[in-house]
């Protein structure tokens, strides 16, 4: 016998390509959940917060207007690209999470 053979019925094409058709719909499915699920991430203890969808769409800046009277262009542009990476991060942790149970497994 071939190593790794259990023996018994091997799928038939048929019912691999069903089950590869429902996974894709799943995947659509959860892609289609992620766009409405967001996270938000914030920087210069809580003067900049930042919103993404799970599908990495920037969904909205909030700058706390204290903020504007005091800092400095840099500085403020330093703490939204802070927050934007890290609610980004999120986003893309939030969507393997979601993927990870159709995806384990294969190869890519």
Do not use: W, Y
């Not at 190593?3 to 048929?14: E, L, M, T, V």
């Not at 914030?42 to 005091?70: F, M, S, Y």
């Not at 893309?92 to 497994?105: H, K, Q």
Request: with cysteine; aromatic share 2%.
């Amino acid at each position: 016998m071939a190593k790794g053979f259990k023996g018994g019925k091997q799928p038939s094409p048929a019912n691999m390509m069903g089950q590869l058709q429902k996974l894709q719909e799943q995947m659509q499915e959860i892609q289609a959940q992620l766009t409405e699920e967001t996270v938000s991430a914030t920087a210069g203890g809580g003067a900049v917060t930042v919103t993404v969808t799970g599908d990495q769409r920037c969904q909205a800046i909030h700058i706390d207007p204290e903020v504007l009277q005091d800092v400095d262009t840099e500085m403020l542009q330093d703490m939204i690209l802070t927050a934007l990476n890290s609610a980004l991060d999120q986003s893309r942790e939030l969507a393997a999470e979601r993927m990870g149970p159709l995806t384990g497994g294969l190869p890519f």
